[in-house]
């Protein structure tokens, strides 16, 4: 009493909550399973093709200011460099005008090719630089054509200290030697004077050299200063000379001293020139190219603030787009699988409900859902079937039992009993399939609801990074590699509870109505051990199944089902008790063009003489202490003979198994019999 009352507890508890509950599953409950998983792979497929699209968007728009700021940033590295160069050219220029070295002219040759190629290749084609690269050629080239001008000046140079500084300085030289030998006396009064302006004309030409050298002005100026103490000791020295040789000397000493001195004055004044070429044109060029190029540094810093700008925008819009939709059609998703969830797990629920009530006797309570128009509502019908048939069984053992302590009066009415019998022991076993099935497809489905409720919680922890940016890339295609797995675990796990649905209802529909029809033995009988391999799953037993494909039968698929459900189960009751192991086999193959013969074998215990001479009686049965009807294989018989119009035979022996022939025409003969064991 105590577990019958707890089981009616849970069937109460099976119920719906309320009207809306009811509504929205007789709404989803319209459309049939397989298109309801269809339904869910599709909104999945769109949430992955909109978010997608959402991304190849957002991926040119950043694509374009990404192309922007790295434009600028290439355009900023080459101002840069023209800097480095120009201010490496002009290094290289003083270096060369105060040492001419012919690997600093040659390397300035090279720069100088490569800032004006640089600017004539790169800066012209590049579209930031475009506008400003005439401006900083004309530069270049007026700073690199005054290093022309310079080299010019510096031969100018060269050749004035050569012509105007040096040859006179020898010419005076030699003067100064032949005065010096036509003066042999050490006491001549020319002496201390000629001594005095030798010392001035070594103490110019160590000045001049140095003034040529290092453009010290103070060296010039004393070279000029000895210069000008020459001359003016000359006619002092002139007053002193005691020979025509001396005077002669002194005069060309004269001529020479005013020519090195206009030589200085010469070559003082291209030093002028070559520094303000040098600060002019060398200088001011290069000053005036590194101001442009500041200016440029400057204009390219500030486009890069507005490039990096436009992308952290674009980002930013990227994320929230991409959010907005993720989050609602994630959302919408959610709810559309946990409602397709709901309306496949709460019927199967109840009619587990139902099914566990009606083995517990319980025959008051109408199956739910049998106006569904979808899978399980046929399951359901069918189980309404079978609780209706059960009351009739309980009804026909009742005035069974009545009928045996009235026999004299129960001979009609046993008639009527065996008859109800028949068709309760034929639906019995449907029952005890129902039940197999529905809790096979209870795995798939249980599984499928598992996997929503973890995608849920993905699209959760998915929606926290959104809020919380950047989001990387990686994250995305995580999230959806796991939403296509998990889309993948649904429809799998649901359409294999479509297909175990799909099986017992044609087992059901065949069970139900005994019309005749075109089918293929080896599918019937694939469908037919689908829905008994519930009941084999339980005990230690194997099956063999060896029917070929492309036996076409125009027969009474249900009779054939009801023959083979009772033989597999009568076979796991009787030839294999206590639960011991065994080899079930069925098999099939053509008999010439008309005829079939299905071979079901078992290795169990056997059959003694007597029980296999009598295996056909009605109510003839070896566990009646058990609760057995011993209407089994009379059934059976009756079916394979009258319906299918064929033979059945039965070889047994104890210990070594039993084999039943069905030896049936592949088109039936005749429909009356179907009428009569109904």
């Known amino acids: 009493m105590i577990a019958l009352d707890h089981q009616s507890a849970f069937v109460s508890g099976a119920e719906p909550a309320g009207a809306s509950g009811l509504g929205v599953e007789r709404l989803v409950r319209a459309l049939p399973i397989r298109w309801r998983i269809v339904s869910i792979a599709a909104l999945n497929g769109i949430v992955v093709i909109i978010l997608a699209g959402l991304i190849w968007s957002g991926a040119k728009v ?7 700021v790295r434009r600028v940033r290439e355009s900023d590295t080459l101002l840069a460099l023209l800097g480095t160069e120009a201010g490496r050219l002009q290094s290289l220029i003083h270096q060369y005008i105060s040492e001419q070295r012919p690997e600093t002219f040659a390397e300035i040759l090279l720069l100088r090719e490569a800032v004006l190629g640089t600017l004539k290749t790169r800066g012209v084609n590049d579209p930031m630089l475009s506008g400003a690269a005439p401006e900083l050629i004309e530069i270049t080239e007026r700073f690199l054509g005054a290093f022309g001008d310079l080299r010019a000046l510096q031969s100018a140079i060269m050749r004035s200290y050569e012509d105007e500084v040096r040859s006179p300085a020898k010419q005076m030289a030699g003067v100064y030697a032949i005065i010096e030998s036509a003066t042999p006396a050490k006491d001549a009064l020319i002496e201390p004077v000629l001594g005095k302006s030798r010392e001035s004309f070594t103490a110019m030409l160590m000045a001049a050299n140095a003034y040529y050298l ?26 002193l000379a005691d020979n025509d040789l001396q005077r002669s000397g002194l005069d060309a000493l004269k001529q020479q001293a005013t020519a090195l001195h206009s030589g200085l004055d010469n070559l003082g004044d291209l030093f002028g020139k070559r520094a303000s070429l040098l600060r002019t044109e060398i200088d001011g060029n290069q000053a005036a190219m590194i101001t442009a190029i500041d200016n440029l540094s400057t204009e390219m810093g500030r486009r890069e603030r507005d490039a990096q700008t436009r992308f952290d925008q674009s980002l930013g819009n990227i994320y ?45 309570r109408p199956t739910h859902g049998t106006s569904a128009r979808d899978e399980i509502g046929d399951m359901a019908r069918a189980v309404e079937v079978f609780r209706e048939n059960a009351i009739a069984k309980d009804r026909a053992e009742a005035d069974l039992r009545a009928s045996k302590e009235r026999a004299e009066q129960a001979l009609a009415e046993l008639r009527d009993t065996q008859k109800n019998l028949i068709q309760a022991e034929k639906l019995a076993a449907l029952g005890g399939l129902v039940a197999g099935i529905a809790h096979e497809v209870n795995n798939p489905v249980g599984i499928s609801l598992t996997v929503a409720s973890s995608f849920a919680r993905r699209c959760e922890a998915f929606a926290a ?22 889309a993948d675990q649904l429809v799998a796990n649901l359409q294999r509870a479509g297909e175990l649905i799909q099986s017992f209802k044609q087992v059901a529909v065949d069970r139900s109505h005994t019309e005749r029809r075109e089918f293929d033995l080896a599918e019937a009988t694939d469908q037919i051990i689908a829905s008994l391999r519930p009941v084999l799953r339980k005990l230690p037993l194997s099956l063999v199944v060896e029917v070929p494909p492309g036996i076409s039968m125009n027969s009474y698929p249900g009779s054939y089902g009801q023959v083979l459900t009772n033989l597999f189960l009568n076979t796991v009751v009787h030839a294999y008790p206590d639960g011991r192991a065994g080899t079930l086999s069925v098999s099939a193959l053509a008999v010439g063009r008309d005829d079939v013969e299905i071979t079901v074998a078992d290795d169990g215990v056997g059959m003694a003489e007597e029980v296999r001479r009598r295996a056909f009686d009605p109510f003839f049965t070896t566990r009646r202490d058990h ?24 070889d047994s022996a104890p210990g070594r198994g039993t084999t039943f022939r069905i030896r049936i025409p592949r088109h039936a003969r005749t429909t009356a019999a179907v009428a009569a064991t109904e």
Do not use: C
């Open 465 to 486: 990074e959104l809020r919380t940016p950047p989001l990387r890339r990686s994250s995305l295609d995580d999230f959806v590699a796991m939403s296509r797995a998990a």
């Open 62 to 68: 950043l694509s374009t200011a990404w192309d922007e």
């Open 320 to 364: 929230r787009r991409v959010a907005t939709v993720a989050v609602s059609f994630l959302s919408f998703m959610l709810i559309g699988s946990l409602v397709v969830a709901q309306s496949i797990r709460q019927p199967l629920k109840r009619l587990m409900a139902a099914m566990r009530a009606i083995t517990l006797g319980r025959y008051d």
């Open 214 to 239: 290092s453009l010290a002005s103070d060296a010039g100026e004393e070279a000029r200063t000895n210069i000008r103490r020459i001359e003016d000791a000359i006619p002092v020295m002139r007053d």
């Open 627 to 650: 609760g057995g009807t011993g209407l089994g294989l009379h059934i059976i018989f009756n079916i394979v003979t009258q319906s299918l119009g064929g033979r059945l035979t039965l």
